[in-house]
T-cell receptor, first 114, second 111 residues
Framework: GAVVSQHPSWVICKSGTSVKIECRSL??????MFWYRQFPKQSLMLMAT?????????EQGVEKDKFLINHASLTLSTLTVTSAHPEDSSFYIC??????????FGPGTRLTVT | GENVEQHPSTLSVQEGDSAVIKCTYS??????FPWYKQELGKGPQLIID?????GEKKDQRIAVTLNKTAKHFSLHITETQPEDSAVYFC??????????FGDGTTLTVKP
C-alpha cells in the first residue's frame, strides 16, 4: 500500500516551453501533497504544499507564477514549470499523505531544460 | 522555524557492522520523526518513523531512538548489508505540517 507515482520519470524540454509533472496516489486518498526540488547531492527543498480543492501554499522564494500547482482531486496533483530555463533543471519529487503523520514519496521526475 | 542537523554526512562500514546516524532538531513542538532511504535517481522511501510519545521503535535490523529532552533522534542499522548503501535523510514534522529534512548521510557498506 501507500504507492505514489509520478509522470514522466524524466523529461527534456527546450528553454521557454512549459512542462507538466503529475503526481498520483494510487491506493489512497491524499489530503495533502508536497512538491520538492532536489539538487545533486543535496537535501530536499520544499517548494509548496498542496491541499485538494484549495490554492497551494508556496515556500518563500518560490515563484508561484513559474511553478503552477493544481491539486484537482484527492489522488492527483500537478506541477507545471512555465517558461522553463536551464536553471530550472532539477529532480522534482512529490509526496502525498492521508494520515496526520506519514508521507509517501513519488519516484521523482528528472527535468532537463536545454 | 524548525532546523534539523544530521551527522555524519558520510559513513563507511564493513558488511555486518552496525551504522548509527544522528539528528538534532530545534523546535520542541515537532512530534513526528521519520527516516528515509534514497537510492540514486529515486525518490525517498520511508523506512521507519517514531512519534514523540515513544522512545524507541524497532523493525528487524532497523531501530530509531528519540530523546525529547535533548531533542535528538538516531537511526540504528545492525548487520549492515551492501544493499543498505544509500543516502539516508531524517526529518522533523509538527502534526500534518511540512517536513524539515536533515542534509543527508551517504552510507557505504563495503562487502
Amino acid at each position: 500500500g501507500a504507492v505514489v507515482s509520478q509522470h514522466p520519470s524524466w523529461v527534456i524540454c527546450k528553454s521557454g516551453t512549459s512542462v507538466k509533472i503529475e503526481c498520483r496516489s494510487l491506493d489512497f486518498q491524499a489530503t495533502t501533497m508536497f512538491w520538492y526540488r532536489q539538487f545533486p547531492k543535496q537535501s530536499l527543498m520544499l517548494m509548496a504544499t498542496s491541499n485538494e480543492g484549495s490554492k497551494a501554499t508556496y515556500e518563500q522564494g518560490v515563484e508561484k507564477d513559474k511553478f503552477l500547482i493544481n491539486h484537482a482531486s484527492l489522488t492527483l496533483s500537478t506541477l507545471t514549470v512555465t517558461s522553463a530555463h536551464p536553471e530550472d533543471s532539477s529532480f522534482y519529487i512529490c509526496s502525498a499523505g492521508s494520515d496526520v503523520y506519514e508521507q509517501y514519496f513519488g519516484p521523482g521526475t528528472r527535468l532537463t531544460v536545454t | 522555524g524548525e532546523n534539523v542537523e544530521q551527522h555524519p554526512s558520510t559513513l563507511s562500514v564493513q558488511e555486518g557492522d552496525s551504522a548509527v546516524i544522528k539528528c538534532t532538531y530545534s523546535d520542541s513542538a515537532s512530534n513526528y520523526f521519520p527516516w528515509y532511504k534514497q537510492e540514486l535517481g529515486k525518490g525517498p522511501q520511508l523506512i521507519i518513523d517514531i512519534r514523540s510519545n515513544v522512545g524507541e521503535k524497532k523493525d528487524q535490523r532497523i531501530a530509531v531512538t528519540l530523546n525529547k529532552t535533548a531533542k535528538h533522534f538516531s537511526l540504528h542499522i545492525t548487520e549492515t548489508q551492501p544493499e543498505d548503501s544509500a543516502v539516508y535523510f531524517c526529518a522533523a514534522i509538527f502534526n500534518a505540517g511540512k517536513s524539515t529534512f536533515g542534509d543527508g548521510t551517504t552510507l557505504t557498506v563495503k562487502p
